[in-house]
């Protein structure tokens, strides 16, 4: 069962300039920065009174966050929910003819387990999150 909103993502070309930005002028509490290699990008991730916000910069070319930031320019990426059962939500998912982007689930950031809906089931791009093992 879905739980709650696990956080909002954000693509940016520059992280650096933007944990300045949010750290230095908005006061945000910045809570981590960490590369995950395997959505090939470079996170920072801010409380906002209980809200968490990830700032997402690519870390090549042939990351999702750099194709979007190419074609749509820097903003809103997704929204992201958690659950405590991921496989079983896909799995609801796939016999209710959601289009998943992935249908495992693979390593996140912070030692999750995540898994991409895709937007044209979704409206807009949506992530499951579940913590790991």
Known sequence: M???????????RDLDKTIELYKD??????????????????VAKFDVNGVH?????????????YKYIEKKGEGMHHIAYFTD??????EKFKEKGIK???????????????????????????ELVSKGE
């Open 53 to 65: 916000i990830e700032f997402l910069e690519p870390t090549s070319e042939d990351s999702p966050i």
């Open 100 to 126: 998943l982007i992935n249908e495992e689930p693979v390593k996140g950031s912070s030692g999750t387990y995540i898994a991409f809906v895709h937007p044209k089931s979704s409206i807009i791009l949506t």
């Open 85 to 90: 059962d991921i496989e079983g939500e896909l």
């Open 2 to 12: 879905i739980k709650r909103i696990d956080h909002i993502g954000v693509a940016v």
């Open 25 to 42: 002028v908005f006061g945000f509490e910045l809570l981590e920065i960490e590369d995950v290699p395997s959505q090939k990008v470079r």
